[in-house]
């Protein structure tokens, strides 16, 4: 089976991807700031005299606070740099074809072409807005949602956990009796 999707990928798409990226490190560095800047307020409040639990829920309260800001402040740069990228044609929007068959995805665009072959799939993930196919940590193809029909979403979405299933099944050493 071999099928062809065409896709216009966007600064949205873009922003969509680098949000998908650094989301745990995001919320991690967030529970991080939580828990310092908490703990350390905590522990002054009771040091200048505060009782146990109201110095603690001072250190929480500004601790989550805090990690709202830290949060939010990552969010906001990650949004002026995409937009500063596209202001400065570092980045720009373009279509791709990509076709999915039993050897890979073969992909078609402005950019060059290129085709990625199952065993060099690293892994596939499926958001409420894409499908994302990773071939390193932090690069991947992306296949928006909202440009396909929803046949074509649920035959990519077969098609994908197709191959790379049976590819991964063909890297599998036979157990050993």
């Known amino acids: 089976m071999q099928k062809k999707y065409h896709f216009n990928i966007t600064k949205q798409d873009n922003l969509r991807y680098n949000f998908l990226l650094s989301q745990k490190r995001l ?22 005299g505060s009782a146990p639990v109201d110095a603690l829920l001072q250190g929480v309260l500004l601790g989550v606070a805090a990690a709202a800001l830290f949060f939010a402040s990552n969010v906001l740069s ?27 995805i073969h992909s078609v665009s402005d950019l060059g072409e290129t085709t990625l072959l199952w065993p060099n799939v690293l892994f596939i993930r499926e958001t409420r807005t894409a499908f994302y196919v990773f071939y390193e940590k932090t690069r991947a193809n992306v296949m ?3 440009q396909l029909s929803p046949e ?15 590819s991964r099944a063909s890297q599998t050493p036979p157990e050993k009796k």
């Open 27 to 48: 919320f991690s560095a967030s529970l991080m700031t939580l828990a310092i800047i908490g703990g350390i307020l905590a522990l002054i409040r009771y040091a200048q």
């Open 78 to 104: 990650t949004y002026l740099r995409i937009n500063k990228l596209y202001r400065n044609k570092t980045l720009t929007e373009f279509s791709v074809d990509f076709t999915v068959d039993k050897n890979g």
């Open 144 to 146: 928006p949602k909202g």
């Open 152 to 166: 074509d979403a649920k035959e990519l979405r077969s098609a994908l956990t197709l191959y790379y299933k049976k």
